[in-house]
């Protein structure tokens, strides 16, 4: 699965479905973190795709960006990714968490709404993926096993 490097971060674009939550396949960008644990959308993209997580309970809280965030869990999300050779797509069951913000001041908000969906270890570990970057050459993608 070809990844592209933006701005040296590797970006996986995927179309994004969740059912109960009433997302119907959005396409996505994700930033992959292999510092990060877990997989999150960003504030941003929780407001966008209009996810709603008042009545949700915290899981803990995670430091993201320089700010700090509640962590929601997030029921299972389906992901369609292209293959290399765009003629078919991949389709895996992600865990995924939200992140809210714990600020109300503008500039909180400001910085929540500029931190990326991740892809964390947890999507490259529970899907079997290998990370490939061979950066001198502009080159990255994610091996797969069926």
Known sequence: MPLQIVEG??????VVECPK???HRQIM??????GSQ??????????RLQIPLSEKPS???VDAGGSRYKEIELPKMKF??????????ISLDVDFHALRTT???MQKIQIAQALPSIIGMNFLKDQKLSLHVIP??????LGYDK
């Open 80 to 89: 369609y990714i292209l293959t290399e050779d765009k003629t078919s797509t």
């Open 29 to 34: 960008e994700f930033v992959i973190d292999t």
């Open 21 to 23: 939550l009433r997302i």
């Open 59 to 61: 899981k803990g809280e």
């Open 38 to 47: 877990n997989s999150y959308f960003g504030y941003k993209d929780v407001m």
């Open 103 to 105: 600020k109300t001041s």
């Open 136 to 141: 001198t050459e502009n080159i990255a993608y």
């Open 9 to 14: 971060r590797l970006v996986l674009t995927a």
